[in-house]
Each structure stands twice: as C-alpha cells, then as structure tokens.
T-cell receptor, first 115, second 116 residues
Framework: QKEVEQNSGPLSVPEGAIASLNCTYSDRGSQSFFWYRQYSGKSPELIMSIYSNGDKEDGRFTAQLNKASQYVSLLIRDSQPSDSATYLCAVNSRAASGSARQLTFGSGTQLTVLP | KAGVTQTPRYLIKTRGQQVTLSCSPISGHRSVSWYQQTPGQGLQFLFEYFSETQRNKGNFPGRFSGRQFSNSRSEMNVSTLELGDSALYLC???????????????FGSGTRLTVV
C-alpha cells in the first residue's frame, strides 16, 4: 500500500463547476497535511495546509480532513481554466517505524477545467 | 523576499560522471530538503537537512549525497550517474524546526538533469 494515495485522474470539469480531489494516507500518526498545485513545467506551489479535523476554507479552495478515516480532500469551487494543473497531496509521515518524519507526496491528480 | 534558488536550471551529463546541484533557501529558513521528480515515480524524498545536520534520508542509493552549510545553503551530489537519474531535482525550504512535515515548504524552480 502506498503511503499517500490520490485518485489518479485525470479529472475534467466544466468551468464554474466544483472540482473534488481526494487523498488517503496510511500513517495514523500524521499531523500535517498539504495540497500543492503544479503547473506543467513548473515546481509545486503550496496552496493549502490543514492540521485539524474539519474544513478549512481559503477563497475558492476548501481543504477537508478526517483523521479517523485517514482522508484529506480539496474542493475547488467555481473552477477556472487557470486551475488546470496537477494537484499533489502531501502528508508528514514516517516511512518506517521509528524513522523521522518526512513530507510524503501522492502521485498527483491532473485537473483540466474546460472553458 | 527572495524565494528558493536552485542552480543550475539545466544540466546534461554523461553516464559515469558526477554532478553537484546547489540550493539557496529562503532567508531565515534553516530546513532544506531535496526531492527527485520523475513522470513514473512522482516526487521522491531524497534527504532533509537542518542546521547542517542530515535529519532524514529517503530510500536512495549511496551515490546520492548532500550537505548543508552554516548559511543554510545546501548542495546535493550524485556520483557515477546512471540514465535513470535523469529527473527534475527539487529543493524546498521551510521555517519549521520540528521536522520538514510540520510546516509547508517552498520549492525552488528545480534543476533538470539529463543523463546521456
């Protein structure tokens, strides 16, 4: 089982719709969760961080965390063509028992917003 | 405020050679980590440095090494290059002190390494 799994996509939504991106993780001890956006040919850019169960909203973005279910999601409301990118879920986790924590990334979900 | 600076942006090397990549973190950030990104494997953690000490290391062979200087600048070195080392190498810095995952970090633009 991969430590961080994302719905593989690709995901296409029409402009103005809600895009929903999902992520599950395996390390129950994880405390910090992040969503990064990566445009083609660019480096990842942090867009959301969440540390507590529940929802966290920032503009059109809402991150949701459920530690009991080991589940993180990102909702993008009123999707725009400029939101077209790969979205990476990242979780601070231990690669192995007793090892130091590291930020582990999912494989990413490619989102296309159609005009 | 300057971001994370990586040099060079592009490199072409021959199998068997070695390469050194450089990373200057955001001013005041003491934590620096390195990632390898390939289409097939995604972002893979290489190592993390904090105050000149390697705090964590990913599952890469010993050909991959790094170090951090007193000014927090970091270098990574890959010896005896293989074709499979062709990738985008990303450096990220963080202001967190409790481990790289505790705070989001900022990535540099990366170094695109091609091994021929």
């Amino acid at each position: 089982q991969k430590e961080v799994e994302q719905n593989s996509g690709p995901l296409s939504v029409p402009e103005g719709a809600i895009a929903s991106l999902n992520c599950t993780y395996s390390d129950r001890g994880s405390q910090s969760f992040f969503w990064y956006r990566q445009y083609s040919g660019k480096s990842p850019e942090l867009i959301m961080s969440i540390y507590s169960n529940g929802d966290k909203e920032d503009g059109r973005f809402t991150a949701q965390l459920n530690k009991a279910s080991q589940y993180v999601s990102l909702l993008i409301r009123d999707s725009q063509p400029s939101d077209s990118a790969t979205y990476l879920c990242a979780v601070n986790s231990r690669a192995a028992s007793g090892s130091a924590r590291q930020l582990t990334f999912g494989s990413g979900t490619q989102l296309t917003v159609l005009p | 405020k300057a971001g994370v600076t990586q040099t060079p942006r592009y490199l072409i090397k021959t199998r068997g050679q070695q390469v050194t990549l450089s990373c200057s973190p955001i001013s005041g950030h003491r934590s620096v980590s390195w990632y390898q990104q390939t289409p097939g494997q995604g972002l893979q953690f290489l190592f993390e440095y904090f105050s000149e000490t390697q705090r964590n290391k990913g599952n890469f062979p010993g050909r991959f090494s790094g170090r951090q200087f007193s000014n927090s600048r970091s270098e990574m070195n890959v010896s005896t290059l293989e074709l499979g080392d062709s990738a985008l190498y990303l450096c990220a810095s963080s202001s967190g002190t409790g481990g790289m995952g505790d705070y989001g970090y900022t990535f540099g633009s990366g170094t695109r390494l091609t091994v021929v």
